[in-house]
């Protein structure tokens, strides 16, 4: 059961919500708020696993909401529900899930509602049901974990390199071994390769080593001080 806040000083909009909600399945209206202050006071009361939010709101509006929530640490999924349709960048750059214009449509609310309820189940459930969370052209995109082949420090980023191609996320390779422990080996300080995806190791002629992944052409380096611990995984693995 997903538990859903709503939050909007509008009495009609609030409304609306919860009789478009009425007709998901498993999802329970566990409160509503008409202020963000109250929001607030609700939020720590009846710790929702998401949040349905308007941005235009008297005193603290929704994005300063967001950005407060978002700096206290974990927060609920955010889900924008706003007449504006110009700030989803910065929706986005507060990690809202979605951001759903007014008047909200049914069809449109029930997409928001599953990509927050595998983004909550992916907080919660097994790896199969793991996502890791980007944002690409405004758009936040869950890839399952189980596809994920490596990853790869480069810069800022980490590059995530999946079975249906590659994105960019902000987490570093410490904390994503730390969040799915268990499912990557570290080969080198900046690449983390997927066990399942493990197939070999290739050498270079200049003598560098480099590990060989199923689904993909990528061929993350090998340090030396790695060598022998993967070449013993790959045993046990064979």
Known sequence: MLNILIIDDEQPARD???????NLPK????????????ALECIRELSPDVLL???????????SLARVLQEGGASPVII???????????????????YVVKPVRIERLETAIEKARKYVGSEQGTEEDQYVR??????????PVH?????VSEDKYTTVTHEKGSTVIDESLTELEQKYPGLFFRVHRNALVSRKHLRGLERSTEGHTYVLLSGTDRKPEVSRRNISALRKLLSELS
């Open 16 to 22: 609306r919500l919860r009789r478009l909600l009425r």
């Open 27 to 38: 999802c329970e209206v566990v409160g509503e708020a008409a202020s963000s202050n109250e």
């Open 53 to 63: 939010l308007d941005i235009s709101m008297p005193g603290m509006d929704g994005m």
């Open 80 to 98: 924008f529900c706003t007449a504006y349709q110009d700030q989803a960048l910065n929706a986005f750059e507060v990690e809202a899930l979605d």
């Open 134 to 143: 980007s944002t690409v052209g405004g758009k936040v995109v869950l890839t």
């Open 147 to 151: 596809r994920v082949i490596c990853l």
